[in-house]
C-alpha cells in the first residue's frame, strides 16, 4: 500500500472537502426558496434519521468532542444526538469556544436567502459559479470568518472592499496594512485622551 504524502496544509484542506461533501449529503438546491422558516436541508442519504443539515465547528482540523469525550458521528443523528459510544450522555453537548467567544452550543444552524442576510446586515459571500457549489464560495467559506483570507465573509457589495484594497496587494499584505493602520489610529486616540498636566507655579 502507498502512504500518500500531503503538503503543508494539505491536511486541512482534505478535512474541509470531507466538511463539504458531508454538506452536500442534504438538499441545499431549491427550485423555489421554500416559504417557512428555518430553511431545513434534509438528509438525501437512504435510511438516515437526522431531520436536517446541522453544523458542527471544527477545531482547526479536529473535531470536536462532546462533554462524554466522544466526537459527533458517534452520535446519533437523531434530535437529542444520544451517544452511541457511552450510556452516560444524554445528547451532544460541547463546550468547546469559538472565535466569537460563545461555547458552541449557544450557536445554531440558520440558512438564509442572501436578500434575507443583507437586509439584516450580514455578511454575505460572493454569488457562486455554479449550483453544484451550494451556498460555498470556496473552502475556505466553512473556515470561521478570522481565518479566512479571502473576501468571503464582507459585508456589503465588492466595491466597497475593493476601495481598502490597493491594485495588485496580496492578502497578507492586504491584512498587514489594515492591522497597521489600526494601530496607528489606536495610538492617536491614546495620544489624543492624554491632556498636558496642568503648569504649576512655585510658591515664592
Same mark, same amino acid.
Given at each position: 500500500?502507498?502512504?500518500?504524502?500531503?503538503? *503543508?496544509?494539505? =491536511?486541512?484542506?482534505?478535512?474541509?472537502?470531507?466538511?463539504?461533501? @458531508?454538506?452536500? /449529503?442534504? $438538499?441545499?438546491?431549491?427550485?423555489?426558496?421554500?416559504?417557512?422558516?428555518?430553511?431545513?436541508?434534509?438528509?438525501?442519504?437512504?435510511?438516515?434519521?437526522?431531520?436536517?443539515?446541522?453544523?458542527?465547528?471544527?477545531?482547526?482540523?479536529?473535531?470536536?468532542?462532546?462533554?462524554?469525550?466522544?466526537?459527533?458521528?458517534?452520535?446519533?443523528?437523531?434530535?437529542?444526538?444520544?451517544?452511541?459510544?457511552?450510556?452516560?450522555?444524554?445528547?451532544?453537548?460541547?463546550?468547546?469556544?469559538?472565535?466569537?467567544?460563545? *461555547?458552541?452550543? =449557544?450557536?445554531?444552524?440558520?440558512?438564509?436567502?442572501?436578500?434575507? @442576510?443583507?437586509? /439584516?446586515? $450580514?455578511?454575505?459571500?460572493?454569488?457562486?459559479?455554479?449550483?453544484?457549489?451550494?451556498?460555498?464560495?470556496?473552502?475556505?467559506?466553512?473556515?470561521?470568518?478570522?481565518?479566512?483570507?479571502?473576501?468571503?465573509?464582507?459585508?456589503?457589495?465588492?466595491?466597497?472592499?475593493?476601495?481598502?484594497?490597493?491594485?495588485?496587494?496580496?492578502?497578507?499584505?492586504?491584512?498587514?496594512?489594515?492591522?497597521?493602520?489600526?494601530?496607528?489610529?489606536?495610538?492617536?486616540?491614546?495620544?489624543?485622551?492624554?491632556?498636558?498636566? *496642568?503648569?504649576?507655579?512655585?510658591?515664592?
Amino acid at each position: 500500500m502507498e502512504r500518500l504524502r500531503l503538503s *503543508p496544509g494539505g =491536511a486541512a484542506a482534505v478535512d474541509e472537502y470531507l466538511e463539504y461533501r @458531508r454538506y452536500k /449529503q442534504h $438538499k441545499t438546491d431549491f427550485e423555489t426558496i421554500p416559504q417557512q422558516r428555518p430553511i431545513d436541508l434534509p438528509c438525501r442519504v437512504t435510511g438516515c434519521q437526522c431531520r436536517a443539515y446541522l453544523f458542527v465547528p471544527l477545531n482547526g482540523t479536529q473535531p470536536i468532542r462532546c462533554r462524554c469525550k466522544h466526537f459527533a458521528d458517534q452520535h446519533s443523528p437523531t434530535p437529542g444526538f444520544t451517544c452511541n459510544a457511552c450510556s452516560k450522555c444524554s445528547g451532544f453537548h460541547s463546550s468547546f469556544t469559538c472565535a466569537c467567544g460563545q *461555547p458552541a452550543y =449557544a450557536h445554531d444552524t440558520v440558512v438564509e436567502t442572501k436578500q434575507e @442576510r443583507m437586509a /439584516q446586515g $450580514k455578511p454575505v459571500g460572493q454569488d457562486v459559479p455554479y449550483a453544484a457549489m451550494g451556498g460555498l464560495t470556496g473552502f475556505s467559506s466553512l473556515a470561521e470568518g478570522y481565518m479566512r483570507l479571502d473576501d468571503s465573509g464582507i459585508v456589503g457589495t465588492s466595491s466597497q472592499d475593493s476601495s481598502l484594497r490597493r491594485p495588485d496587494e496580496d492578502d497578507m499584505a492586504f491584512f498587514e496594512r489594515r492591522y497597521q493602520e489600526r494601530v496607528k489610529m489606536e495610538k492617536a486616540a491614546k495620544m489624543k485622551g492624554k491632556s498636558p498636566l *496642568p503648569s504649576t507655579t512655585k510658591p515664592s
